[in-house]
Each structure stands twice: as structure tokens, then as C-alpha cells.
């Protein structure tokens, strides 16, 4: 973080600090491997591609929705349990990267504006709250998600002793 402020200085200085400039910036974090944990609160609301991506961050602050013009957030190669529950909040999210992010356990509700998922590898990824536009023009990738049982409104598994047994004979399943 500390590394963050003196980049900030340092464009100040030379007069280099622009909405355009953050809004090309696609990380602030460096060096990337040691970032535990940081705030976004000194992060501009202009800031439209974010990555943290092969980070040590575990958890993303639940302040992540303030950024309202985010259209990128890559946050692949993490050690992550899940995302914050106002994602749906982030109106301009285009693109969510969470490839390999093998300690995710689940998707919250995802803005409407989100066109492409990249969620393979999340080997502990359970349960996706929603995929807006699955069926139109949204691009997913939840290859070798080995846990996901269920993405609500699309499909949830459940053991088979959970069915009712009646329903199984209705079908001809049971003899």
C-alpha cells in the first residue's frame, strides 16, 4: 500500500493524474504476490479495470460495490472463500475472472450488465446465486467445478436419498 501512495505522489508531482490515467491503470497493487489485504476507499470511482489476480488477497472488502464504473475485475489465482454480497451493485461489471480461485465456495447475485464469467477451476465452487443471461449472450466457463451443485435457476443436485421414493416409482426409475 505504501508502494500505492508513492506511485499516486509521484504522478501528482508531474501532473500526470487524470481520469483517463486510472481509468487505464488495470491494478494499483504491487508488488502483486505480498498483497494480503488493502482498502479501496483510496481507490478512484472512475476506475474501470481492476486486477488482483495471483494475489495473497483471502478476502475482498465489502466496499468493492462503490466502484461503480468497473467494467474488469480479474481476481483469478486467489485464495478466496467468496465474493462480497453487493457484486450486483457493480451496474457497469463486464467481465468477472475468478479462474482458479480453488477456495471459492460461491457466486453472490451478479449484475445484469455482466457478459462473460471465467470460473473454471474454482474446485470448491458450490453454488452460483444467479448467471444473468445465461441463456442469451452471456460467455461462462465453470469447467472443472468439481463441487457445483447447484446455479439457482438453472439446476440444484441433491442426493438421491433426498428424492422422494413415490416420485422415483411414478417415473419407472424403481422397481
Known amino acids: 500500500i505504501l508502494r500505492m501512495h508513492l506511485i ?3 504522478l501528482k508531482k508531474f501532473n500526470l493524474l ?4 486510472w481509468q487505464s491503470i488495470e491494478s494499483w497493487i504491487l508488488p502483486r504476490k505480498n ?4 482498502s479501496l476507499a483510496s481507490l478512484p470511482r472512475s476506475l474501470e479495470r481492476l486486477s488482483l489476480a ?3 488477497v483471502a478476502e475482498i472488502p465489502s466496499d468493492l460495490g462503490a466502484l461503480s464504473s468497473l467494467k474488469h475485475l480479474d481476481l483469478s489465482a486467489t485464495p478466496i472463500l467468496n465474493l462480497p454480497g453487493n457484486m450486483k451493485g457493480l451496474i457497469m461489471l ?3 475472472l475468478v479462474e482458479g480461485c480453488a477456495k471459492l465456495q460461491a457466486l453472490p447475485e451478479l449484475p445484469a450488465s455482466l457478459n462473460s464469467l471465467e470460473a ?3 474446485t470448491s465452487l458450490k453454488k452460483v446465486t444467479n448467471l444473468p443471461n445465461i441463456f442469451t449472450s452471456m460467455s461462462k466457463n ?3 467445478c468439481k463441487e457445483l451443485v447447484e446455479v439457482e435457476s438453472l439446476f440444484e443436485m441433491k442426493p ?3 428424492v422422494d421414493i413415490e416420485m422415483i416409482k411414478n417415473l419407472g426409475l424403481f422397481n
Open 8 to 10: 499516486q505522489l509521484s
Open 142 to 144: 465453470l469447467w472443472d
Open 35 to 38: 498483497v494480503i489485504s488493502f
Open 54 to 56: 495471483h494475489c495473497s
Open 160 to 162: 438421491l436419498r433426498n
Open 94 to 96: 463486464q467481465t468477472l
Open 120 to 122: 473454471g477451476h474454482c
Open 18 to 21: 487524470s481520469t483517463k490515467l
